[in-house]
């Protein structure tokens, strides 16, 4: 499974807030184990869903201070079971935004309900700590599709 | 505020016992002070109080007292 836990984005205002959705499909192995019969989106995967919604929101200022890593998880309460193949709604709040850290409050949505919650804290890592040419792809397919859409 | 309060809210920010932060207490003697908790400190000082400082002012820092001070200078501590 690559460690990508946002499909698209939906809307974005860089810097403030962020709808994205992911889907975790059936045939992941990771769902063999957790749980054999009860198949279940680990609770960790979504909060890493949330920071890596959060981290583009915060990435598309295309700030000079760096790209935006967790640094903390201020609170993460789990709501309701997400299983696979359900699509994910996941919607982040920057609510704190300075040169060096940012906090969040996210959540994410099936069908509609509440599923999980997290306040999340970010650090932010110099760009050249990442390999030469890093793209996050998912972020800039959104950011072109916007700027062709206004040309 | 009053200063034991002001304790109690730093005893959060770094994970600590309450009882664990007094004015005297070193930054080396928290295992929470660190480069991340000086980022969390600053978050809180934001967030709870309007208190804006910068890294550099942060890590100037190195008791709890200081902490205080800062409190106190921004008219947070009684």
């Not at chain 1, 192995?29 to 609770?43: A, C, K, N, W």
């Not at chain 1, 994410?108 to 599923?115: C, P």
């Not at chain 1, 890093?134 to 859409?149: F, H, R, T």
């Not at chain 2, 890294?55 to 008219?75: P, S």
């Amino acid at each position: 499974m690559k460690f990508v836990l946002v499909d698209r984005i939906l809307e974005l205002n860089p810097g403030k807030t962020i709808v994205a959705t992911k889907v975790l499909r059936a045939g992941e192995e990771l769902f063999r184990d957790h749980f054999p019969g009860f198949p279940v989106v680990p609770g960790v995967l979504l909060t890493e869903m949330m920071a890596q919604a959060a981290g583009k929101c915060l990435d598309a200022e295309q700030n000079p201070r760096g790209k935006a890593m967790l640094g903390k998880i201020l609170s993460a309460t789990f709501k309701r079971w997400v299983v696979p193949d359900e699509p994910v709604v996941i919607f982040a709040r920057i609510e704190s935004n300075r040169s060096d850290y940012a906090t969040a409050k996210c959540h994410v949505e099936v069908g509609g309900k509440m599923a999980s919650s997290a306040e999340l804290f970010f650090v932010f890592v110099p760009k050249e700590q990442f390999a030469p040419g890093y793209v996050d792809d998912v972020l800039e397919s959104y950011l072109s599709g916007n700027a062709a859409q206004h040309e | 505020m009053k200063q034991d309060e002001a304790l109690a809210w730093i005893a959060t920010v770094f994970e600590e016992s309450p009882e664990d932060i007094t004015p005297e207490k070193p930054r080396g003697d928290i295992p929470s002070w660190d480069s991340l908790g000086v980022l969390g400190l600053m978050a809180g000082l934001d967030t709870d109080f309007d208190i804006v400082l910068t890294a550099e002012d942060m890590q100037a820092m190195t008791k709890v007292d200081d902490i205080l001070e800062v409190l106190r200078k921004h008219g947070k501590l009684e």
